[in-house]
């Protein structure tokens, strides 16, 4: 395990560790620039830098060395002459192929999961964070364990003996999964005070922003909220929900949140343990696919995010896509719904959306009531959007067009109980007389 811990202790501690970047394409493909460049950013994000980088093309990959035992030989040479001791690879490896990478560079060989679970480590600031990432790198490492036990293993493992490796490797593993159900209890606690808070929220219309990471998700939610979240122009710098209410032009309000970022081949061990973070995804009314227009792949990461939508079955959510950082000249996409958070442009057009989607959510009627008083006149404008109140003078009945937002059914029993003489009439967002839902 010492290994491995290693690996995050020198990225935590911001060193820039420098490094030698192999990247592989696959199936006679050429390797791919975008890619690439995407692990050179994740590496920068994780406080390293890129010094020198070897490629290969293969049909499939090679399942001692991922890269073949020669071009292996190249990369030990290259990194030895370079003086480098980090290789970081644009893919996943086994176990095994780790650990014969190291024997054969006498470097630290990190993939792109490994890459990805150490920038969340750095990025780690709530306790709620630090107490998953742990769990992601825990859940990562279990497999991986023996692997880093092995050589141990050959030298006092015989028949009938159990090597030192052996039983220091059940003791690691014991301890590892002693420690990950140890950190699932405290997550779940922090968690079920969590859950009481946003039940409180209930009946408010949720939009929560989904994208790829530094997509300018956070940039939005402080353009809108004033929220003072973290934005930077770094991968992940967000890893924890961050809601505020936001006040639409017409009076209603929506909560809105900003939550992790996503990339290509998300590992699932982190999947798994910001499965809460999450969840507020796949309990949204309307999900904002927040997209960067300037980005030349900006189509491949949006697949990629409706994708992950999917995986955390979030992928059946009402989804408005938006083009960011309209106001960068390489900015396409335009046509479509496009803002930049940074200037503010575009952003007026986006709360109209946001207003016109949370209109329709809510159930309109017009009511007459006989004598409204002034108790059930704040409970209709607390629990609903009031789109217009008329009293008659002579008789002081009422009219009230509004939109509600638990239902008729709650406005109806509060009626009852406030009033003698009471019609509700079920109309539609856009004031037509309609049939109600069930
Ligand atoms: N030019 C321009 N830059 C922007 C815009 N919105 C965000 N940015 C920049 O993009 C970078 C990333 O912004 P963030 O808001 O941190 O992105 P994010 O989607 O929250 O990223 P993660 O939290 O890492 O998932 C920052 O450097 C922002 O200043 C925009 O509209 N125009
Ligand atoms: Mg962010």
Not at 266 to 284: G, N
Not at 292 to 303: G, Q, W
Not at 399 to 421: P, T, V
């Amino acid at each position: 395990m010492s290994n491995h811990q290693t690996i995050f202790r020198t990225v935590t501690n911001e060193v820039l560790e420098q490094v030698l970047l192999v990247s592989v394409a696959l199936n006679g493909k050429d390797v791919d620039s975008s890619g690439v460049a995407e692990m050179i950013r994740l590496v920068e994000s994780a406080s390293g830098a890129v010094v020198h980088r070897i490629s290969q093309k293969r049909n499939r990959p090679d399942a001692g060395y991922f890269v073949g035992r020669g071009k292996a030989g190249e990369i030990a040479a290259e990194a030895e002459n370079l003086g480098l001791t980090t290789i970081v690879f644009n893919h996943n490896l086994s176990p095994g192929q780790v650990s014969r990478l190291e024997e054969i560079t006498k470097c630290k060989v990190i993939d792109r999961t490994e890459l990805i679970l150490a920038i969340f480590a750095v990025q780690a600031r709530t306790p709620q964070a630090k107490l998953r990432i742990e769990l992601a790198q825990l859940g990562y490492m279990l497999p991986r364990l023996s692997g880093m036990w092995h050589h141990l293993d050959r030298l006092g493992a015989g028949i009938g003996t159990r090597g030192p490796g052996e039983t220091q490797l059940e003791v690691d593993r014991r301890r590892a999964r002693t420690r990950m159900s140890s950190l699932e209890k405290k997550l779940e606690a922090i968690e079920a005070g969590a859950k009481v808070r946003h039940s409180r929220r209930e009946g408010m219309f949720s939009v929560v922003l989904a994208g790829y990471t530094n997509s300018g998700k956070s940039t939005l939610l402080n353009r809108l909220c004033d929220a003072g979240v973290t934005s930077e122009d770094r991968l992940f710098a967000t890893l924890d929900t961050t809601s505020r209410r936001l006040e639409l032009p017409d009076g209603g309000s929506v909560i809105f949140s900003d939550t992790v970022g996503f990339i290509e081949k998300l590992p699932r061990s982190l999947l798994s343990s910001f499965r809460s973070t999450l969840d507020i995804v796949r309990e949204a009314d309307l999900i904002l696919l927040l997209a960067d227009a300037a980005d030349p792949d900006r189509l491949t990461k949006v697949s990629t995010v409706t994708d992950t939508l999917e995986k955390i079955d979030a992928g059946s959510i009402d989804r408005i896509t938006v083009w960011n950082k309209c106001d960068l000249p390489e900015a396409s996409g335009t046509e479509e719904m496009a803002i930049s958070a940074l200037t503010g442009e575009g952003i007026d057009r986006l709360l109209e959306l946001l207003q016109k989607k949370r209109r329709e959510a809510l159930d309109w009627c017009s009511v007459k009531v006989d004598i409204c008083n002034g108790e059930l006149e704040y409970w209709i404008r607390t629990n609903g959007i009031v789109d217009s109140f008329v009293r008659d003078d002579n008789s002081g009945a009422v009219e009230i067009i509004c939109g509600m937002y638990l239902g008729l059914s709650h406005l109806r029993k509060k009626l009852g109980h406030q009033a003698s003489n009471w019609v509700v009439e079920p109309l539609s967002a856009d004031r037509g007389v309609r049939e109600e839902r069930s």
